[in-house]
């Protein structure tokens, strides 16, 4: 990893209990001898058993790791938490990240994603400029976004860091007004900032909420299977794996004052993918019947962005970056991943409160 050659010796990482921030943080703890701090409010999708699952073969590791309970919607608390961690690095991925519950509750998605952000940027700020020449100088400040800020695609085109912003949900909105925040202290302030913004990831330890995850468990529960509309929307789908491949590709060697886009190249409808795991359940936990006969079209999510696809061409040319995981390969993984971590789902989800009912309708 060309990380380790970097003058780092801190980093901090904001919501790392969630999918994407603990696979960022075992890879780092993992491949870097780095001090990790997570700073994360341990909200209903976080659990840290995703970090810590990695020190069970290797206790050793614990030892660079610290987590720390903060809510970036607390100024104070953020600042202090900079403080502590003092880092060389920031990633920012703590995020309410639902688009069903933005709908339903929008208030929490501006607390944390905009004021939570600028809280963030604002007190980052305040630590760079103390920090003395040379640390000021290899300090990154990484901002971790959504391809759902340039809103919805008809059946051409693809998203690249040239398109427009046009969000159509609450949380597309929230994710969009903090990309700009931290546009605005990279110009502004001289923050050094580098804002990815990535397409649909999957694979294991995904909250249940979201289509993957959710649909494994309702058809293993037996459960109707929830196919939003006449399920033609299409998303392009990245493997955690690879998204967490480019994001230390983007810590590596990305420049600051750019984004990168990221995407898998593997567009699917949610018709597709909704069979794709049904035809794998029929064949890894067979029953007497089929998984296709759960599947149910229900009411269309408010405001559904069609088609989302992404146009990786810059972090592929100017990083070197590729995704390595194919569609089919990647679901199968998560799947099986599911089918033997069934306990661990069903445990967050009690422990959530979130029983797999439908969210989103405004009701
Ligand atoms: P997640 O919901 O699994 O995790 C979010 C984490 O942020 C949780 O641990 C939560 O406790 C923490 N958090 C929420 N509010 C907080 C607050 N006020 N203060 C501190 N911590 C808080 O989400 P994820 O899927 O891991 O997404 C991580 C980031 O990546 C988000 O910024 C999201 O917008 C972005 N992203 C996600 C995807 C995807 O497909 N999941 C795709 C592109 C970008
Ligand atoms: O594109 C990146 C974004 O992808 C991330 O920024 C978000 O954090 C992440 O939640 C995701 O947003 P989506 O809205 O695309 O993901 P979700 O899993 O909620 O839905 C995927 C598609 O499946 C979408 O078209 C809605 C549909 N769907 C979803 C659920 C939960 C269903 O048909 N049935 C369902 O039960």
């Known amino acids: 990893m060309k990380l380790k050659n970097k003058p780092i010796k801190n980093i901090l990482v904001t919501g790392g209990a969630g999918f994407i921030g603990s696979a960022l943080i075992k890879k780092l703890l ?3 001898s780095f001090e990790i701090f997570n700073l994360d409010k341990i909200t209903y999708s976080s659990d840290l058993s995703r970090i810590n699952s990695l020190f069970d073969n290797k206790p050793k590791k614990k030892e660079r790791y610290k ?3 903060a809510d970036i919607s607390n100024d104070e608390l953020t600042q202090k938490t900079i403080s502590y961690a003092n880092p060389d690095i920031i990633v920012h991925l703590a995020a309410e990240s639902h688009v069903d519950r933005s709908i339903d509750s929008p208030k929490e998605f501006v607390n944390t994603n905009v004021v939570g952000t600028f809280n963030l940027l604002r007190a980052s700020t305040s630590f760079w400029e103390s920090l003395p020449e040379e640390r000021k100088r290899n300090f990154g400040f990484y901002h971790i976004s959504t391809d759902e800020v340039f809103g919805s695609l008809g059946k051409e085109g693809m998203f690249s860091e040239q398109s427009r912003y046009e969000p159509r949900s609450p949380y597309a909105a929230s994710k969009a007004s903090s990309d700009h925040l ?5 110009h502004t302030y001289g923050l050094p900032v580098i804002i990815s913004n990535c397409s649909n990831n999957y694979g ?17 529960r037996g459960e109707y299977i929830p196919l939003y509309g006449d399920g033609s929307n299409i998303r392009d789908w990245l493997f955690i794996d690879d998204h967490i491949e480019a994001l230390i590709k983007i810590l590596e060697i990305g420049e600051y004052g750019h984004t990168y886009c990221i995407g898998g190249n593997n567009e699917k409808t949610n018709k597709e993918v909704v069979n794709n795991i049904c035809n794998l359940l029929n064949e890894y936990k067979p029953t007497n019947y089929s998984y296709h006969d759960l599947i149910k079209n229900v009411t269309d999510r408010p405001g559904h962005d069609q088609r989302y696809a992404i146009d990786s061409t810059k ?9 390595k995981i194919n569609f089919n390969d990647g679901l199968k993984k998560t799947v099986l991943w599911y089918l033997e971590n069934l306990n661990w789902a069903e445990s967050l989800l009690i422990k959530s409160g979130y029983e797999g009912e439908r969210l989103g309708l405004n009701k």
């Open 30 to 32: 993992d491949e870097t």
């Open 67 to 69: 987590f720390i309970q």
């Open 182 to 186: 931290a546009k605005a202290w990279y």
């Open 204 to 220: 294991p330890w995904q909250f249940p909420e979201k289509l993957i995850p959710l649909v494994i468990i309702k058809a293993l």
């Open 315 to 323: 972090i592929r040319k100017e990083l070197g970056w590729l995704p």
